[in-house]
């Protein structure tokens, strides 16, 4: 056992043993996992276990032991048949990752994290968090039996600051952006031996994202979509899935990914990566008060910018922002269509998805597949206002009978 083979620097190669390490030491350049051989076909994942642990081979955990699974992945991926034809379009599926068990995508990069902290020995983990990735860090923490540090802006929705406090997590509202707690973070976590799933655990973390490329390819019967539309903060997500769908193809279980078009989907207000596209840069100039309803995805100095940048001129790509009206407004139509109750950054996928099928950037006879990221029921205040007032009434059916026509 043992599948990783070293850290490397996906600037300038170099490789380290797999320890507590995340930048390059020459060039400051991100770590990647390498991993050893493995032998895996179709037929390997078929009948495992229906998370996303049933690609084990392919995450970089040694031992099954060590895993902290609260059973999160292979989520639906619905055959979106009524949101597509209404915008026309012949083949669209919906990845609903909002059914995790803290319900966002965040269970697959902070379930990864924490279990290679586990399995490496460390006494505490934590994270930077724009919302999601709190509670998601601290419900496998708890299931790990070790204690977790958040860090995250004070302004974040109240279920989501609830939410992670209910699984007992320390949590440090820090008065300022993201990009302000996420400082504080890394200093921390390094200075106090902290596994900070998304700093210092980072090789780790991205690599539990990439599952969201194997799920769609294997619920796809391992055939390759179109298009991938995917929201954007840090741009890690995107990142990952873009590897894993090249992981895939190299151990021969899908056709090339070459021609897949990757769609970056980020909310006016902080659109640091959408700037850049739109300017023919690839230089990303952060945005210092993000500004947005998308709050998951306000990060206004993304880590992985510049390598979605990069994506994107491999795979054909776009990036395409929406604004808060819009964001409401695909809120709306996903839940009153596929019946997919989202959270804001699934409202910008699905206000991008319309936007470039308006300007015939989708073909209409494409297959595309939406990522939808995380769940409505955190983010309620941002749609209430849009939402018919109740008035209560009598329980006298004479008197309801004549309201409903
Ligand atoms: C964190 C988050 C994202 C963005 O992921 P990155 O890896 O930071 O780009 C998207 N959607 C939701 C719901 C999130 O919580
Ligand atoms: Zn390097």
Known sequence: MGSIRSLKCRECGKEYEPQFRYVCEDCFGPLDVLYKEVKVDRKTFELREKTYWRYFELLPIADKKNVVSLNAGLTPLQHADKLGPKLGLKSLYVKNDSVNPTFSFKDRPAGVAVSRAKETGLKAVGCASTGNLASATAAHAAK??????????????????????????????????????????????????????????????????????????????????????????????????????????????????????????????????????????????????????????????????????????????????????????????????????????????????????????????????CYVTGNGLKTTEAIIGLLPKLIAVKPDAAEVAAMIR
């Open 144 to 369: 790990a039996g070790l204690p977790c540090y958040i860090f995250a802006p004070s302004d974040l929705e109240h279920v989501k600051i609830a939410q992670a406090l209910s699984y007992g997590a320390e949590f440090v509202s820090v008065e300022g952006t993201y990009d302000d707690a996420n400082r504080v973070a890394a200093i921390i976590g390094d200075s106090k031996g902290i596994g900070v799933v998304n700093i210092n655990m980072r090789p780790y973390y991205v690599e539990g994202s990439k599952t969201l490329a194997y799920e769609v390819a294997e619920q796809l019967g391992w055939e390759i979509p179109d298009n991938l539309i995917i929201p954007v903060g840090s741009g890690a997500m995107l990142n990952a899935i873009c590897k894993g769908f090249e992981e895939l193809h190299s151990l021969g279980l899908i056709d090339s990914p070459k021609g897949m078009k990757i769609i970056a989907a980020q909310p006016h207000g902080c659109a640091p990566v959408v700037d850049a596209f739109k300017r023919n840069s690839d230089e990303v100039i952060p945005v210092e008060r993000p500004e947005t309803i998308a709050k998951s995805l306000a990060i206004g100095d993304p880590g992985d910018g510049a390598y979605v940048l990069k994506r994107l001129k491999q795979y054909n790509g776009i990036a395409e922002e929406a604004n808060d009206a819009e964001i409401c407004d695909s809120i709306l139509l996903l839940a009153r269509t596929e019946g997919i109750f989202t959270e804001p950054a699934g409202g910008v996928s699905v206000a991008v998805l319309r936007k470039l099928v308006e300007e015939g950037k989708i073909a209409k006879d494409e297959s595309t597949v």
